[in-house]
């Protein structure tokens, strides 16, 4: 079972790499590097788990390297992009500080000059150099250079929070309701004026906002400003708690701690925060979350037919690896699949957008082309994703969630609640 300390090591990827750009700036200018008539580099500096056993979090995502290279291969064999052969630079990056991810930067932008690079840790500094990302391992955000992209398939909070609100209130979440925002920490507080601007646009009442002013972390001091939020909650009426980014992990591990009987229906903004309190003590105060999430269900991704044919190509050409099926009752230990099905939509992300530039492949052609693919069904989803300027994510589908006490479990709906 993991505790509130659990639930940032389990999910290594945001609670680990919450980088700055690090690294000189370098505007692409008229120059586009990476890109010859016949070659395009791709860098793919992957996120090496096995380097966060030494701080007790054990998680396996298969043989991530053969994963790339066989789809990499797969993909040049059947005449690479408009003609071009992909020329991979992969390079595992230790997760547990910055300094692995700044050298990896420096490394392929200046030393390997890739034209584009793959889920880095540290999209920002990609960016700065004018090299586009696809699928950063941190939350997707506009161009810092104004010349390269960040382009994900999952869009961040500030753009899914009104939308899964909006689902929520359509769905009656917030009739005859009044509601009191948390926020676990100061950082949470630009997502909060965003939830205040949506509820405001929803008519939904606000009649109290708390910004837990305790160091995340400091567990003693956390469930200390809690105790008093809850009864300050629970004197104003508050009887619908909208749990805001870290704040959906801290809200039931907190009640939990200081065995609170307030416990009214709740809405937690960030689905994954939740991860940790499944089937632990505090399960207790999950019977009565509201939450969603931007991408389906690990066990319709695995099922998909473009994942499925990703599988046979890497199982073809590295025989010896071993690679699950997905299944929720595998502890992250031994999530083998992950490493198959994530170089599988990233490459397959980033071949929609560089067939569309066309020919004359340039970091602006990338870019144009990126902010313009519509209707585009990239494998492990059922629904086609879209870009436009200035929303470099894919926006839409808001999968419904709720906390399964028989399988202590949370469980994602198997279809878009949008649709």
Same mark, same amino acid.
């Given at each position: ?15 680990? =790499? ?26 793919? @500096? ?8 030494? &701080? ?39 997760? /547990? ?8 930067? /420096?490394?392929? /932008? ?14 920002? =500094? ?12 941190? @939350? ?68 109290? /906002? ?15 400003? &809690? ?82 044919? =990703? ?32 170089? =599988? ?75």
């Amino acid at each position: 079972m993991l505790g509130r300390n659990g639930v940032i090591a389990a999910t290594i990827v945001v609670a680990l =790499c919450g980088y700055l750009g690090i690294g000189p700036a370098s505007a692409a200018g008229n120059r586009t590097q990476g890109v010859t008539a016949s070659t395009i580099r791709v860098g793919v @500096p992957y996120v090496n788990v096995a380097a966060v056993k030494a &701080v007790g979090v054990n998680i396996n995502w298969g043989n991530v390297p053969d994963a790339y290279m066989a789809i990499i291969a797969n993909m040049n064999a059947h005449g690479g992009i408009n003609g071009r052969r992909i020329v991979p630079y992969i390079l595992g990056v230790d997760p /547990t500080g910055t300094a692995a991810g700044s050298t990896a930067c /420096t490394q392929m /932008t200046e030393d390997d000059q890739v034209f584009v690079a793959i889920a880095p840790l540290q999209p920002a =500094c990609y960016l700065q150099h004018g090299v586009s990302v696809i699928n950063s391992l941190e @939350p997707a955000t506009t161009a810092t250079t104004g010349v390269a992209q960040n382009f994900a398939l999952t869009p961040p909070a500030s753009a899914f929070d009104p939308l899964q609100l909006s689902v929520f209130a359509k769905q009656g979440v917030f009739k005859n309701k009044k509601v009191g925002i948390f926020a676990a920490a100061a950082v949470d507080e630009p997502e909060v004026t965003i939830d205040q601007a949506e509820l405001k646009k929803l008519h939904v009442p606000v009649v109290v /906002t708390a910004v837990n002013s305790a160091p995340l972390g400091d567990l003693p001091a956390e469930n200390e400003q &809690v105790a008093v939020i809850a009864q300050k909650f629970q004197s104003d009426g508050v009887n619908e708690v909208l749990a805001v980014g870290n704040g959906s992990a801290v809200w039931p591990e907190a009640l939990t701690s200081i065995q609170s009987t307030y416990n009214p229906p709740w809405i937690a903004t960030a689905e994954g925060g939740l991860a940790g309190s499944a089937g632990s003590d505090a399960a207790t105060y999950l019977t009565n979350v509201v939450a969603a999430s931007p991408v389906p269900t690990g066990a319709s991704v695995w099922s998909n037919s473009g994942i499925q044919h =990703c599988v046979s190509i890497v199982r073809k050409a590295y025989p010896s690896d071993h690679i699950n099926a997905y299944s929720a009752a595998l502890p992250t230990s031994q999530a083998t699949w992950t490493g198959v099905e994530q170089a =599988c939509t990233d490459l397959a992300l980033f071949s929609a957008i560089a067939t569309a530039a066309g020919k004359h492949l340039t970091v602006a052609s990338f870019v144009r082309a990126g902010e313009g693919l519509h209707d585009v069904l990239i494998p492990g989803s059922s629904t086609p994703i879209s870009f436009r300027p200035n929303q470099p994510y894919a926006l839409g589908p808001v999968y419904m969630a709720h906390y399964d006490t028989a399988a202590k479990t949370l469980v994602l709906s198997n279809t878009s609640a949008t649709k």
